[in-house]
């Protein structure tokens, strides 16, 4: 069928490319990728015949040769862009949804076409993005599946048969009529890279789509007589873009020119557009509908003796006609009804039309019907088959167009496939409605499974939706909407079109031939007639009913036994036959010369002339009375028996000999087509195995070097241990000469151990693993074997390995880094057992100030764990002392010296409230007498400062205490003297307030500053030196630690000694309240102390100024984080101290500096 490339889409812009290779494939397909991009979108599928008793080696040998990932296909394999699917041995690949589809043959082998399943189903599945490229290969597999891609829009290419290995798969697939480029394997990847820029650049010109497709059917309706115009922009866009790439012109303005100034670049491109995708009985489905219910329902309705009329529109080379001649001529044979049959099949391309004529077919038809079908309508050839002249003759092959030519009249069955696709819309309804005026009430219309119809216009009724078949529905016959050429053609010719120029002399020419020649008509080889000139028609008449176009029926009934006897005669392009007719025409004698002559196309011109016969012409003298025609008649008759006779015989021995031959014939086939296919995929397999050899070929010659070259010993035994293969430097172990090959390897001689060398293979061998040994020689050198089993193939055998290696300096070398490994590690353990023990922290830096060992006592340091800590930067783990220890670490990395108790403070993360004191020493640690590293040293001396600060602080308040001692000594010698009467008294009361002073110290002493009770404390220091009568004492008991002791005793000491020099305790009637509460509300626990002097002498001055005030607030703030509030008012001193409950508990560090912070 006529077609062209179609604008549908496959529904995505990704590009598939479809690629068919049988034998000889393997070679064609590494020049293909070869010449592959390395980066490229496009999805490649490859569709071989392989032998599905062996596994393929292509996806190996295929990687070595491209960038692109190489995949066997399996049932559900997506494809992505970029990749390359092979089909698996034994498999039928389709694809769907962008999906690869995997089922095993149903057919045997010999009949299997996988490359055109798959091209079948990708252009089904991408349409316009599909692209076919069939390579090397035998037979014709591949050739419908480009007819489909073709017809569905995709590209063909195919390999220069010259080129090919194998050309039967490419001349095939160009004979299809579906090929686009045929093209060396070198340039299908520029090729493919070519076409699609051009489709995708064509309108970078100075001109749109609309008027390029314009002005070239313009061309081409002048040069051609057809309109292109309302074909699908895709449709004309891509034909055009393959007539670029072939041209090499870039811009379609460029390609506009050249088919204006290229007189035969209209016809090429007309050529382009018409594509011949068609094959015997296409879609199984529509035909079988033929077969068994549109065509026996149409047989059985006309009846026999009736007229049965059918047009296949669009035929192409004129395989669909046949198919439905052959289903006619079955069912009307199984039916035995024989109606007049007239089947039209029309196309406008004229070669194809030329081709459809002689019935002439490649050997593909063979797989596209049943091997009885083949022998009963097709005579086998050296080339091919040719159809039979039964069925030749059943059809009239014309050329008619659709657009502008009237359609046949009163037909039972149109079909027209494939060929409105490419219509646009209203195009598509003229033609439906040419159809509608064809067609007799109830006949049938069948179309494309991709083409559909207009319901809403009422013109035909469904019958089958999925078969796309139509029944016209009763009703006046639709309006001929025809789109005549603006210039008249009786018939295209395929010919070069005259230049324009010649034109104007078409009219004249008319002329000349209407009125100056003598009538002349035109016929087929069939006696139908073509044309008549106008004079002609005078010997013609049409009779009632249908018209006829056989010339003998159409022709006077007196000239018509002139006429069949003149057309019996067989008619020559070189010579010219006459016969005179005699007799009455009109009622009027009139003598006829009627000559007739074999014309272009093997049609046959009659002129019939009122004049003397030209005596050199040979002359059939006809008279049309009645003893002339009996005598004619008797000849004839005579004649007919004797061919009779003759035929009678020639088919009794035919029929004989055919039934032998269609037997012998059937085994043959099968066995053929067994083979042939069994042939295609052994020799795909011993590409693939020349391939495999050729790289073997490679590794050997790469083996041989390298055991030339490499300086190792090494031995090749086989499974029973000999020798198979050695390197010339095993000669220093083994005696070995070339013609040890073979010999055990016991047998020769040699400086090492050989039966526990032997052992040890036999060890390897059975369990198959690698072992190593070491060997001594008898000269006391040491030798390393490695042995290795053999990995292969174990059909070829088994072995070992064996590659020895001369260790003797490197065990000494061994043994002296042992002993200095055992040195390093005594080392490293003194370091580590220094590490762990010492009571400093002690860390190394790297040179980069990063930490690389570190024990537990500097990791505890930084608040951290020694793990986490190694690898750390040194600034990093102290922010807020970076720039006081990173300035010394660098200084002694970059000056070489030591830096010695250089203290830092800081705070610890986990103790941020604590002020802590640490000593460092820097030192660098050298590495073959470079500085790799910093080394520190780090000290908490914390707790012996403040140890020192606590020394001077008692020392100074014991130098306080002996002083006021000494004055509470001086206060109690006074008081006993104004209270005493005697020197006795006074020495009594004396003794006992001395006495009682010293217990309260006795008393602090002995509690080693540990915890007491406060009424301990205070009786003491109060009732037992003032009396009970003068010192009133009001709270809970309290348990105080010794921090709040030694500071609360001594701020009640200081209160008390002031009271007894300047307060109550100085005069006879004062007297002291001391009480204490525990006070919480919510936010602080607090206890409050409270000193008040009653009836003592009235304060002059404040004593803010004075030691003992300034010690009691340092007291009571720093030692336990209180407060204190002094009132001199008139009749004594008040005092409040208010200190934290857990001051009292817990004694905490004081602060003793204001630094930075550590940071861990």
């Known amino acids: 069928m006529t077609t062209t490339d179609t604008s549908s889409t496959g529904g995505d812009d990704q590009i598939i490319v479809g690629i068919g290779a049988s034998a000889g494939g393997l070679e064609a397909i590494q020049g293909f990728l070869d010449r592959l991009p390395d980066e490229h979108r496009l999805i490649f599928v490859i569709v071989q015949h392989l032998d599905p008793d062996h596994d393929s080696l292509m996806e190996e040998l295929l990687n070595r040769r491209t960038r692109s990932p190489v995949v066997t296909a399996y049932d559900g394999c997506k494809v992505e862009p970029g990749h390359i699917y092979l089909i698996a041995p034994g498999d039928l690949l389709t694809i769907e949804d962008f999906t690869l589809r995997t089922e095993k043959f149903a057919q045997p082998r010999g009949v299997r076409r996988p490359i055109d399943v798959f091209l079948t189903s990708l252009a089904r599945h991408s349409g316009l993005n599909a692209v076919g490229v069939i390579l090397s290969g035998t037979g014709s597999d591949g050739s419908h599946g480009v007819r489909d891609v073709k017809n569905n829009g995709g590209l063909v290419l195919v390999q220069r048969p010259e080129e090919a290995k194998y050309n039967g798969m490419p001349r095939a697939a160009i004979a299809s009529g579906a090929c686009d480029l045929i093209v060396p394997v070198a340039e299908i990847v520029p090729a493919l890279e070519d076409f699609f820029h051009r489709v995708g650049d064509l309108t970078s010109s100075n001109i749109t789509d609309g008027e390029l497709i314009q002005r070239v059917a313009r061309h081409l309706r002048n040069r051609t007589g057809h309109d292109f115009s309302e074909y699908k922009p895709g449709t004309l866009l891509r034909r055009i873009a393959v007539r670029m790439s072939i041209l090499g012109l870039a811009k379609s303005t460029d390609y506009l020119h050249h088919l204006i100034n290229d007189s035969h670049e209209a016809e090429k491109l007309f050529s382009s557009i018409l594509i011949n995708v068609t094959s015997f009985f296409r879609d199984d489905d529509v035909f079988d509908a033929l077969r068994e219910t549109l065509i026996p329902d149409l047989v059985g309705t006309v009846g026999a003796g009736g007229d049965l009329r059918i047009w296949v529109a669009g035929c192409s080379t004129g395989e669909e006609a046949y198919s439905i001649a052959i289903i006619l001529s079955e069912v009307m044979e199984r039916q035995n009804i024989w109606p007049r049959v007239s089947i039209f099949a029309t196309d406008i391309d004229e070669d194809a039309l030329r081709t459809a004529r002689r019935g002439e077919y490649g050997d593909e038809i063979a797989g596209r019907m049943s091997s009885a079908t083949l022998q009963r309508y097709f005579r086998a050839r050296a080339d091919g088959y040719v159809v039979t002249d039964a069925l030749r003759n059943m059809i009239r092959f014309s050329n008619q167009s659709l657009i502008k030519d009237p359609p046949f009249s009163q037909l039972d069955l149109i079909c027209c496939r494939n060929v409105l696709i490419y219509f646009e819309k209203p195009l598509q309804t003229a033609v439906v409605n040419s159809f509608h005026y064809g067609l007799r009430e109830g006949g049938t219309l069948v179309l494309g499974n991709s083409e559909a119809i207009n319901k809403g216009d009422g013109l035909f009724e469904e019958i089958s939706r999925h078969l796309r078949i139509f029944k016209r529905r009763p009703g006046p016959a639709a309006r001929l909407d025809l789109r005549p050429a603006d210039r008249t053609f009786n018939s295209v010719s395929r010919a070069p079109a005259q230049e324009d120029d010649s034109l104007p002399q078409q009219p004249y020419a008319a002329d000349v031939v209407a009125h100056f020649t003598p009538p002349y008509m035109v016929l087929t080889p069939q006696y139908d007639l073509v044309y008549a000139s106008t004079a002609a028609t005078a010997f013609l008449q049409v009779s009632a009913g249908r018209p006829e176009i056989s010339v003998l029926k159409m022709v006077r009934p007196e000239l018509e036994p002139a006429m069949s006897r003149l057309l019996r005669f067989e008619q020559r392009a070189d010579q010219t036959q006459s016969i005179v007719f005699d007799g009455n025409l009109d009622g009027k004698r009139r003598r006829l010369r009627i000559s007739g002559r074999r014309i272009a196309d093997q049609n046959t011109l009659v002129v019939l002339e009122d004049q003397v016969i030209d005596d050199d012409a040979p002359v059939l003298a006809f008279a049309a009375d009645g003893a002339e025609t009996r005598r004619y008649t008797r000849e004839l008759e005579a004649e007919l028996d004797a061919t009779r006779d003759r035929l009678r015989t020639i088919m009794e021995e035919l029929e004989t000999s055919n039934e032998e031959l ?432 009653q009836g003592g002498p009235t304060p002059t001055t404040a004593g803010d100024d004075g030691f003992g005030t300034q010690l009691i607030r340092s007291t009571i703030t720093g030692s336990l984080n209180g407060n204190v509030t002094f009132d001199w008012e008139p009749d004594g001193l008040s005092c409040v101290l208010n200190i934290p409950v857990s001051a009292l508990i817990e004694i905490p560090h004081e602060s003793l500096f204001n630094s930075s912070t550590l940071e861990i």
Request: with cysteine.
């Open 662 to 1093: 269609k037997s012998s014939n059937e085994e043959m086939m099968s066995m053929n087509e067994e083979l042939q296919s069994a042939n295609e995929e052994l020799t795909t397999t011993n590409d693939e195995l020349n391939s495999k050899i050729a790289e073997i070929r490679d590794a050997n010659a790469d083996m041989s070097n390298f055991i030339k070259s490499n300086k190792i010993s090494t031995v090749f035994l086989d499974e029973d241990l000999r020798l198979r293969r050695f390197t010339p430097e095993a000669r220093n172990q083994f005696r070995f000469v070339t013609s040890d090959i073979g010999r055990p390897l016991d047998d020769i001689g040699s400086e090492l151990d050989v039966a526990q060398i032997l052992d040890d293979c036999r060890e390897v061998m059975r369990t198959d693993k690698m072992m190593e040994s070491e060997y001594e020689s008898r000269d006391g050198l040491i030798y390393r074997a490695r042995i290795v089993p053999f990995d292969g193939d174990p059909s070829i055998g088994g072995g070992v390995v064996l590659s020895i290696f001369d260790v003797t300096e490197l065990r000494r070398y061994a043994r002296e880094a042992e002993e200095q490994r055992s040195l390093s590690e005594q080392r490293l353990t003194e370091i580590e057992d220094l590490y762990a023990v010492s009571p400093q922290a002690m860390g190394m830096l790297d040179g980069e100030l990063r930490y690389v060992r570190a024990n537990r006592r500097l990791a505890d340091l930084c608040g951290t764990s020694v793990h986490d800590l190694i690898g750390r930067p040194l600034g990093a783990m102290a922010v807020g002392l970076r720039d006081e220890i990173e300035p010394m670490a660098r200084d002694v990395l970059e000056n070489r010296t030591r830096i010695e108790n250089r203290q830092i403070r800081g705070r610890m993360r986990d103790r941020p409230q604590d002020d802590r004191v640490w000593e460092t020493d820097w030192y660098p640690v050298f590495h073959d007498g470079a500085v790799a590293g910093v080394g520190v040293n780090v000290r908490d001396i914390t707790d012996q400062i403040q140890m020192q600060y606590e020394l001077r602080r008692v020392m100074q308040e014991l130098q306080h205490r002996v002083k006021n001692m000494l004055a509470n000594v001086l206060a109690l010698v006074s008081r006993a003297r104004r209270d005493a009467t005697s020197d006795r008294d006074v020495f009594s009361a004396l003794s006992k307030r001395i006495q009682a002073l010293a217990q309260t110290h006795k008393l602090l002493t002995q509690s080693n500053w540990s915890s007491a009770n406060l009424r301990q404390i205070l009786d003491p220091e109060l009732t037992a030196i003032y009396g009970a009568d003068r010192i009133q004492l009001k709270g809970p008991e309290i348990v105080v630690n010794a921090r709040a002791a030694l500071s609360l005793g001594m701020a009640i000491h200081e209160l008390a000694t002031n009271a007894a020099k300047y307060g109550a305790f100085s005069v006879p009637d004062g007297a002291v309240r001391l009480s204490w509460v525990r006070q919480d509300d919510g936010e602080s626990d607090m206890y409050i102390f409270r000193w008040k002097e």
